[in-house]
Nanobody, 122 residues
Framework: QAQLVQSGGGLVQTGDSLRLSCATS????????IGWFRQGPGQERKFVAS???????TDYADSVKGRFTISRDGAYTTALQMDNLNPEDTGVYYC????????????????WGQGTQVTVSS
């Protein structure tokens, strides 16, 4: 069974940067997609970005295009570099894993990390 362990996050000011990491274990990442989602209080998880491993493809929500970058970091880790952050980026960020290609629906992801808080002050 795959396990996802997240790191990164914290409290920053508008315009700052943060880097989140999602380390997976248990299975190879070949033919899988890692997605990042953001969840606010009382809200559903919203798609942020995803990366399909082998061959690599990326997908971004319109609100983060040009500011966030999802990438591989070694053989088992997916990173989310977040630049030029603004208060609308605040929330708990979760990484999820699914078999196969892209999906922007959290319902399609089978395994989840523990979540990490990102707070951007104005």
């Amino acid at each position: 069974q795959a396990q996802l362990v997240q790191s990164g996050g914290g409290l920053v000011q508008t315009g700052d940067s943060l880097r989140l990491s999602c380390a997976t274990s248990g299975r190879t990442l070949s033919s899988t997609t890692i997605g990042w989602f953001r969840q606010g209080p009382g809200q559903e998880r919203k798609f942020v970005a995803s990366l399909k491993w082998g061959p690599q493809h990326t997908d971004y929500a319109d609100s983060v295009k040009g500011r966030f970058t999802i990438s591989r970091d070694g053989a088992y880790t997916t990173a989310l570099q977040m630049d030029n952050l603004n208060p609308e980026d605040t929330g708990v960020y979760y990484c999820g894993r699914k078999t196969g290609g892209f999906s922007r629906s959290s319902l399609d992801y089978n395994y989840w990390g523990q979540g990490t808080q990102v707070t951007v002050s104005s």
